[in-house]
C-alpha cells in the first residue's frame, strides 16, 4: 500500500482540458505506426510530452492579502512601470507592471495573484508574436480581467504567443476568486501580465523563475515574518 501512495503521490493530475489533444496524439501515433513503426513511438513521445504540458499539480499557496502571487509557471520576463492597456480601464497613468514568460514546458494553468471579485473581463484580438518581446503585450491577442483586491484594483493579462491559439477562461465577470485559485490556461506559450497599484513593491527579479500560487511576486505595505498557507 506504501509503494501504490508513493506512486499515486508522483503523478502528476491533468486537466481536463487536455484530454482532446492527449487523445488526438495517442491515436495519431496508432495511424501512423501501422505507416512505418518508428513513426508510432515518436507520436507516443509527443503524446506523453502533452499529458506533461496539461498537467495540474496542487500548490500550496500563501495566505496574506498583503502578498502578490504569480499567476503562472514560467521566467519572470519584465520588471517595471508601463501604462496600462485600454481595455483594463485603469487610467493612462504608469501602474507596476509583472510579467511571466511560459514556455511549452511549462505548466500552463494560470491562477489568481490576489483574492477579489472579478470587477470586469475584456477580449481583444491581435498577433501572434513572440510573448517574451515588450510590444506583445500591446499587439499580441490577449484575454484580461480586473480584480478587486484588497489593495486595490489589479489587472491580470493572459497574453497568446507565437505558438498559442488558445486562451481559456475558467470564470467570469462578477465571481470572487481566492489567491492562488485556478481561472484559466493558454495553450501553447504564453505570457501573464500583471498590473498592480500604487503602493506595491516587487519582490522578483527578471529572470528568476516563477511557480503559479507559490512564488511571491509583490507586497502591498509593511512586511510580515511570516504567513499561513493553504492547499488548492
Not at 127 to 136: Q, S, T
Not at 166 to 179: D, N, P, W
Request: contains cysteine; negative net charge.
Amino acid at each position: 500500500m506504501n509503494m501504490l501512495q508513493s506512486i499515486r503521490n508522483a503523478l502528476v493530475p491533468v486537466h481536463r482540458a487536455g484530454y482532446p489533444f492527449i487523445a488526438g496524439f495517442f491515436v495519431a501515433s496508432l495511424i501512423l505506426g501501422f505507416l512505418w513503426e518508428p513513426l508510432f513511438w515518436i507520436g507516443l513521445v509527443l503524446t506523453i510530452w502533452c499529458a506533461y504540458f496539461f498537467r495540474d499539480p496542487e500548490r500550496i499557496v500563501p495566505q496574506a492579502d498583503h502578498l502578490v502571487v504569480s499567476p503562472a509557471d514560467g521566467t519572470v520576463s519584465l520588471v517595471g512601470h508601463v501604462v496600462p492597456p485600454t481595455e483594463l480601464q485603469l487610467g493612462d497613468e504608469p501602474m507596476l507592471r509583472i510579467s511571466i514568460f511560459m514556455n511549452v514546458f511549462n505548466c500552463h494553468v494560470n491562477r489568481a495573484p490576489v483574492r477579489g471579485a472579478i470587477l470586469r473581463t475584456a477580449y481583444r484580438e491581435g498577433e501572434f508574436k513572440n510573448a517574451e518581446l515588450d510590444k506583445a503585450s500591446e499587439v499580441n491577442e490577449r484575454s484580461s480581467m480586473i480584480l478587486a483586491g484588497p489593495f486595490g484594483e489589479v489587472g491580470v493579462v493572459q497574453i497568446a504567443g507565437a505558438v498559442a491559439r488558445r486562451i481559456i477562461s475558467f470564470v467570469k465577470q462578477g465571481e470572487t476568486l481566492e489567491a492562488g485559485q485556478r481561472f484559466g490556461l493558454i495553450r501553447f506559450g504564453s505570457r501573464l501580465d500583471v498590473y498592480l497599484p500604487d503602493g506595491v513593491v516587487p519582490r522578483v527579479a527578471e529572470g528568476q523563475t516563477a511557480i503559479a500560487g507559490e512564488t511571491v511576486l509583490a507586497e502591498h505595505g509593511q512586511e510580515l515574518a511570516s504567513w499561513p498557507a493553504r492547499r488548492d
